[in-house]
């Protein structure tokens, strides 16, 4: 949730899961611990598809005997979300079957963590037997490789730490000013407003989104923090142009959501601004 990187070590103990619960027809979510992260089960005739493992060896064996308490149908592939240790450092318990990310994470994953088997670029499916799960990258944003689950005859969508609907002393999760997604030193910010704009186009009136932590969301609360997401990526732009340090960025700022959750994003925001723009860093001149 907050600025975890795919360094493991801020996990602690091997971590607990709670009860499955069913979203829609053989789709569930359950939520791990400490991080409170959305894992999520899809299961078709032949076999389940596990979204998420842990966040370290133990969790995932763990999640993977919890598996059993809601379907007979034998785990046949992992899809991890993105690189970061709540969501991807349990791969070891599944070095048996498949297992699938996007080509970069192999890159952030600690050294004891095996990578996925199955790396995808761009998008690509897995047959549960009556039932095809889409996964697809539809650009960078949270992480270099966010991927999104797609369960179409559901109408869910798995969406990791793209979107957050976490809310803080038990707000609703419509209160979307609240809900605020985290940026951190490996995110890509002027990215991840067309990255959510994609998944907003794979929506319904009648589709969820599971974020990675907090309640399922629809899509009219998808298109708002896009518009939130987007207001960061344009208030670097702002700060960069007119030649506010990146050391005063954070303060000087005029955001749309607490200042802890955009406090990683601000050095790669200004490294890619820099990169695009050569007039970013040097303060510019009055036109009058």
């Known amino acids: 949730m907050s600025d975890s990187t795919a360094d493991g070590t801020a996990a602690m103990g091997p971590g607990t899961i709670g009860a499955w619960r069913e979203l829609a027809d053989r789709v569930w979510v359950a939520v791990a611990e400490p991080e409170a992260v959305n894992l999520g089960l899809i299961a078709g005739d032949d076999g389940c598809l596990l979204i998420d493992c842990g966040s370290n060896r133990e969790h995932g064996d763990l999640i993977r005997r919890s598996i059993g308490t809601v379907t007979a149908a034998p785990l046949i592939g992992v899809v991890v ?3 970061h240790y709540d969501h991807a450092n349990g791969l070891g318990a599944f070095a048996d079957i498949t297992t699938i990310g996007h080509e970069s994470v192999r890159g952030e994953l600690p050294a004891d963590v095996p990578a996925p088997t199955r790396e995808l670029a761009v998008a690509g499916g897995l047959d549960l037997g009556g039932r095809r799960v889409e996964i697809a990258h539809l650009g960078r944003g949270h992480t270099e490789g966010d991927l999104l689950i797609v369960v179409p005859d559901a109408q869910v969508v ?10 803080p002393d038990g707000a609703e999760p419509t209160d979307s000013t609240r ?11 002027h990215e991840w407003p067309a990255t959510l704009d994609g998944l907003v186009g794979l929506m319904t009136d009648t589709s969820q989104a599971v974020p990675g932590h907090g309640e399922p969301v629809g899509r009219e609360f998808v298109f708002d923090q ?9 208030e670097l732009q ?3 142009l007119d030649g506010v340090p990146q050391a005063e960025a954070l303060e000087r700022g005029e ?14 925001g200004y490294a890619q601004l820099a990169a695009e723009r050569p007039e970013v860093g040097r303060r510019q001149l009055p036109l009058a």
Do not use: C, Q
């Open 81 to 83: 979300t993105h690189a």
């Open 158 to 167: 798995f969406a990791g730490d793209l979107i957050e609907s976490a809310m």
């Open 179 to 189: 809900a605020a997604p985290w940026w951190g030193s490996d995110s890509v910010p």
């Open 226 to 234: 896009r518009g939130r997401v987007a207001a960061v990526a344009g």
């Open 238 to 240: 702002r700060l960069a």
């Open 255 to 268: 955001w749309p959501y607490p200042k802890e959750h955009i406090a990683g994003g601000i050095a790669p």
